[in-house]
Every structure is written in C-alpha cells, then in structure tokens.
C-alpha cells in the first residue's frame, strides 16, 4: 500500500524510495527554518508561529527514524554485501553516520532557541545570530549528504541488495512508525497523521 510521507505516494516495498521522500521533507523543514532565521528574532505572525513549530517538531520527532532507517537497517545490509562498490562506499558511510552525530547537537540547539522564540514571542539580538548560524551549517552539512545518498548510495543498494533485504528494509521502516499493518494493507486509526509527520 503507498504512503504519502512527502510530495509523492511511495511504498514500504520501495525503501530508498521513501528515504529520498524523507529527503524532501528535510530540506522542506530545513528551509523553513532558513526563512525563520531570516526574522531576526522579531514576534511571529500565526503562519510563522505555525511553519517554526512543525518544523522544530519534524527535526526532534521524525528525522531520528529517518537517520535510523539509514544506520540501523539499510547501512548494515550495505555492508555485508561483498561487491567491489560497495567495498569502495564504506569509508562514505562512515561519513554519513559522523555526520548524523555532528548534527544530533545543532538540531537540539536549534529546538531549544525555537522553543524559546515560541514561548517568549521574540529573541533577543545574540540568540537570533546563534540560531541563523546553527541552521546555516546544517543547511550546509545536508546539501552534500542528501546529494550523495539521492544520487549514489540509494541507486546502489537498489541494484546491490537482494529484493529479500529491501523488503526487510521496508518492514523495520515501517515498525519504527507503528505501521507495521500498512505493509499487510489495513491502515491502523491516524496514520494518516502518522505519515505526514514523518
């Protein structure tokens, strides 16, 4: 059964498909994120108020599965494959989960300021500098780790792993959302809801 988590339907049978949907929702929220660090810090309007919540909710409720789809169930397929592209792609997903670390902290810099702009209503001077520039190496770090997963890592676990792993893949993604009965096609009460917060 397809299921919509950004701007297309795909299915848990296509797992690199939904991880480069996840994608779009990254730089979705992260550009959400951009436009707000553009406000100097000064009171929101309702729209903004809601654009800076959902997005501060995306990067602590739903990235963590995103990165733990990639670390937990499809890197470690990658690796026991013996196949010489594959050999020659392990020192990159090395690099791709250092730098899931490396963002774990900014992301939690940036919700604790969002937090804070929302509670508060507005932020002061130094606490506006300190958010634009958190989310500026973010939006820097994951232009070229979502360029090299879309463009390399995804088509080549396509084409390296059996259709066996992929569907194991797809199983593990969608019991980390608790929507283990979509793959069997009865779809449990709100997950629609579900989706779309991934």
């Known amino acids: 059964m397809p299921v919509q988590i950004g701007s297309k339907a795909v299915s848990f049978s296509d797992p690199t498909g939904l991880m480069s949907d996840c994608h779009r929702r990254i730089e979705m929220f992260l550009n959400a994120l951009s436009a707000a660090g553009h406000f100097d810090g000064r009171r929101l309007s309702e729209d903004e108020r809601r654009a800076l919540a959902a997005a501060l909710r995306y990067f602590r409720e739903a990235a963590p599965k995103h990165n733990a789809d990639e670390e937990e169930s499809l890197f470690p397929r990658l690796r026991s494959v013996s196949d010489p592209a594959v050999r020659s792609a392990l020192e990159d997903l090395s690099r791709l989960e250092r730098e899931h670390r490396w963002a774990a902290p900014l ?22 500098r300190a958010f634009q520039s958190v989310v500026s190496q973010l939006l820097s770090m994951y232009r070229a780790h979502i360029e090299f997963e879309d463009r390399v890592l995804f088509p080549l676990a396509t084409r390296v792993l059996s259709r066996a792993q992929l569907g194991e893949v ?20 709100g997950a629609e809801r579900e989706h779309n917060a991934e």
């Open 170 to 189: 797809g199983r593990e993604m969608a019991e980390r959302r608790n929507l283990l009965s979509v793959l069997h096609g009865v779809e449990p009460l």
């Open 107 to 128: 992301h939690a810099e940036v919700d604790r300021i969002g937090q804070q702009w929302l509670l508060d209503g507005h932020l002061a001077e130094e606490q506006a």
